[in-house]
């Protein structure tokens, strides 16, 4: 059984989008590696941006459900890419693969640009903190 989380987003700040300001819950801690837009294999998937995103959003999410979790689970986020306006012009493409793995749940997050990212080819990393 998973953690419950829920969003706090203070009146006093702006509306957030996409993102809630903080989130609340408790339960186990599951803390999962950066994972990039590569396959069971090792290889990065073909495409752009947009298909690294999905893949490494998977593939996060494959670590949380193998701990008894699910994408409700997470509760922040951490997105590094190589290229902010790559992500601001892929938005539409990114948003209908959040919504398909992880539909209207929106955890705490952070996007930070990055000169280049560890492993060759990889354009997105993203680490989560998950409560379970």
């Known amino acids: 059984m998973s953690g ?28 999962v590696a950066g994972q990039v837009g590569w396959d069971r294999h090792g ?22 459900w193998k701990a008894g979790g699910g994408p409700q689970s997470v509760a922040r986020m951490v997105l590094y890419v190589t290229d902010k306006s790559e992500y601001v012009r892929l938005q539409k493409e990114i948003g209908a693969a959040w919504r398909k ?22 354009k997105v990393e993203i680490e989560a903190t998950a409560l379970l």
């Open 43 to 64: 290889q990065m998937v073909p495409g752009d941006f947009a298909a690294q995103f999905a893949q490494a959003l998977d593939n996060v999410l494959e670590v949380v």
């Open 101 to 122: 793995r992880m539909g209207k749940h929106f955890p705490a997050m952070v996007l930070v640009e990055v000169k280049a990212l560890l492993e060759d080819g990889a």
């Open 4 to 31: 419950r989380l829920t969003p706090v987003n203070p009146e006093s700040l702006a509306t957030p989008r996409g993102y809630s300001h903080g989130m609340k819950g408790s339960g186990d801690i599951l803390f």
